[in-house]
């Protein structure tokens, strides 16, 4: 793609474009690390938080400002918690592919990866999603294997890659795929995730607002459209969450920012993307 590419249109009057992502990892993000952690209730009951505080906190926000969200779902949490993709489907938000027990494909084999696809895949048909347009793969970890799987299944963007700071075309081995690109700097888990075996980071709440609108006007005086990524387990504890509401209450203020499901923006930007090629 041409990086000297002309700023994307949005949407009359919006300026700029911006996704609230959750990936509701749940059980699956502890369980997809080690099956050990099946003895450990402790581990579990934190991921569990996500889905039973963390995912309400979050859809009261969104349905307060009529903002649509995109939420990544692995096939074990939608089998764990059968009412969330229910409830996500009733409020109007976007479901995409997020594997089933949230395996790192790049630790895993070519045939555990197509398992992670395909289970994931009927999870979600089971719990009522309709198909998947989105994949975001684990740990933002895309292998070959696991690019040919996304092509293979028709999605029509993946959300795992870094090559730039606006939508592109992520490019392996003469195929290509839109991206809707993500960076931890815009992520959470870098800045609060914790885990009594490899320690991380406690970060002041306040650093989330601080940083994250840094990262906005930057994009908002561009014209770009940018993606951040949380965690209900992460980002819905109390004192990091009223740092949320304040970022979202200050973009909502500026009134000229679209705030889309990344389906939305796929097909806004794809055609734009397409003439440039």
Not at 50 to 78: D, M, N, Q, S, W
Not at 151 to 160: E, P, R, T, V
Not at 218 to 238: Q, Y
Not at 262 to 272: G, M
């Amino acid at each position: 793609m041409n990086t000297q590419n002309p700023k994307l249109r949005w949407p009359a009057p919006k300026s700029t474009g911006v996704s609230l992502t959750f990936d509701v990892d749940a059980e699956a993000g502890f369980l997809g690390e080690s099956p050990t952690f099946a003895r450990r209730l402790t581990s579990l009951s934190e991921g569990r938080f996500g889905v039973t505080r963390g995912v309400p906190r979050i859809l009261e926000l969104l349905r307060r400002h009529k903002i649509p969200a995109t939420f990544f779902v692995p096939g074990y949490t939608a089998e764990q918690h059968p009412h969330l993709v229910e409830m996500l489907l009733r409020e109007g938000h976007e479901i995409g592919h997020h594997g089933h027990m949230h395996l790192r494909s790049d630790k895993v084999s070519a045939e555990q990866q197509a398992d992670e696809m395909y289970q994931g895949l009927e999870a979600l048909a089971r719990a009522g999603a309709p198909k998947p347009v989105g994949y975001r793969s684990s740990s933002w970890e895309l292998t070959p294997e696991t690019f040919e799987l996304v092509l293979a299944n028709g999605f029509i963007y993946d959300s795992s890659c870094m090559g730039d700071d606006r939508p592109y075309f992520e490019t392996w081995n003469g195929a290509s795929i839109l991206e809707l690109p993500v960076h931890w700097s815009l992520d959470d888990y870098p800045m609060f995730g914790w885990g009594i075996d490899n320690g991380g980071n406690f970060t002041a709440p306040r650093a989330l607002f601080d940083s994250w609108l840094a990262e906005y006007e930057s994009a908002r005086r561009d014209g770009r459209h940018t993606s951040f990524t949380m965690h209900p387990e992460v980002i819905g504890r109390a004192a990091r969450f009223e740092q949320l509401e304040r970022f979202v209450e200050r973009m909502v203020g500026d009134g000229d920012v679209w705030f889309a499901r990344l389906d939305d923006v796929a097909r806004q930007v794809a055609p734009q993307l397409e003439l440039l090629k």
